[in-house]
């Protein structure tokens, strides 16, 4: 029953009333990026430096969660922050400033570890990510680890943190992408389909699936005993 | 209203814990998992698994950018302002002209 969990979950209604696609994520202000993107088109050179800082830790963020190597990630985030600049002309609409950008440092990023973007990868079905069920006389269960003494923060959790960023490692990049988009970097569905291309439908699919597969690699680890 | 079977539930968990659901169908979810341990405990673990992700993004931070690489940005970008500006100037004169 929903109240046997300590933080219940709770009806979840969408924010707007009139139907679906409205995203419950909060976002980091991202009017703030927008809006120095638009300084920087109109040549307001006192925008330029908060605009560095504010991508640079998100892009190092992203491409070190993509690239595995903090070095690697510091030297595409620098080198996507240049095509940034030298391309910024191309930026026809600085709202989308936030896909646009994390489509260049994708593209580098695939650049840096010379694979093609164009590399077809399986589809993983949802039935690979079902947890089996077990009736035991007792009723029905599912053979899940107990999550309930995990944390649901980072903080000071170091052997949790290398665990997670070791398993969304492992996640096939098709998945790990939309993950990383999503659910760290706090894109929209809409954003994160234009970063990489495919329509929404297909950022929920996989981004369901990449979340399926990470939970069921910690799943797995925390069956196998390993307490962080 | 049809009854959700647990599997009907799993695939539409993410839209869920993201409120990207219609009304209706939370209601179906909300009224399967009020009845359903099994399911209470996955949701549970998945939406653990999402915060654990959002955290992840406060943990790491690059090091400060070197005076030469930000001299480079620099440069580039003032590449692109003088080009916008030189573009603007053509289209003044051409509408003077």
């Keep these: 029953m929903a109240g046997n969990l300590e933080a219940p979950i709770g009806p979840l209604r969408p924010q707007s009333q009139d139907g679906a696609v409205e995203s419950a994520a909060p976002r980091p202000a991202p009017n703030k990026e927008v809006e120095l993107a638009r300084r920087l088109i109109a040549g307001d050179e006192s925008a330029f430096e908060p605009f560095v800082s504010a991508f640079q830790t998100k892009l190092f963020q992203y491409t070190y969660l993509t690239c595995g190597q903090r070095e690697d990630a510091e030297e595409v985030a620098q080198e996507t922050l240049l095509k940034v600049f030298e391309n910024l002309a191309q930026l026809r609409e600085p709202e989308k400033v936030r896909p646009w950008v994390f489509r260049i440092a994708r593209n580098v990023c695939y650049m840096k570890r010379r694979k093609s973007i164009y590399a077809p990868e399986e589809e993983i079905s949802l039935d690979q990510l079902m947890p089996s069920f077990k009736d035991d006389g007792g009723g029905r269960r599912i053979e899940i680890a107990d999550w309930k003494g995990l944390p649901d923060t980072l903080a000071m959790k170091g052997e949790l943190r290398d665990m997670l960023r070791e398993a969304i490692g492992d996640l096939p990049d098709l998945y790990r992408n939309t993950l990383l988009l999503r659910d760290v970097e706090e894109l929209s569905t809409e954003e994160t389909a234009e970063v990489l291309g495919v329509s929404a439908d297909v950022v929920k699919t996989r981004l369901h699936r990449a979340r399926l597969m990470l939970r069921q690699r910690l799943d797995a680890q925390l069956l196998a005993g390993v307490r962080p | ?97």
């Design chain 2, 1 to 97: 209203m049809t009854k959700l079977e647990c599997k009907e539930i799993f695939e539409k968990l993410s839209e869920y814990l993201d409120r990207q659901l219609p009304p209706d169908m939370c209601d179906q979810i909300d009224a399967h998992i009020g009845a359903c341990p099994p399911c209470v405990q996955f949701v549970e673990s998945l939406r653990k698994t999402m915060e654990l992700c959002k955290d992840l993004k406060e943990e790491e931070k690059p090091a400060p950018l070197r005076h030469h690489a930000l001299s480079n940005l620099r440069s580039a970008y003032q590449k692109f302002s003088r080009e916008r500006n030189a573009e603007k100037g053509v289209l003044k004169n051409g509408s003077e002209a």
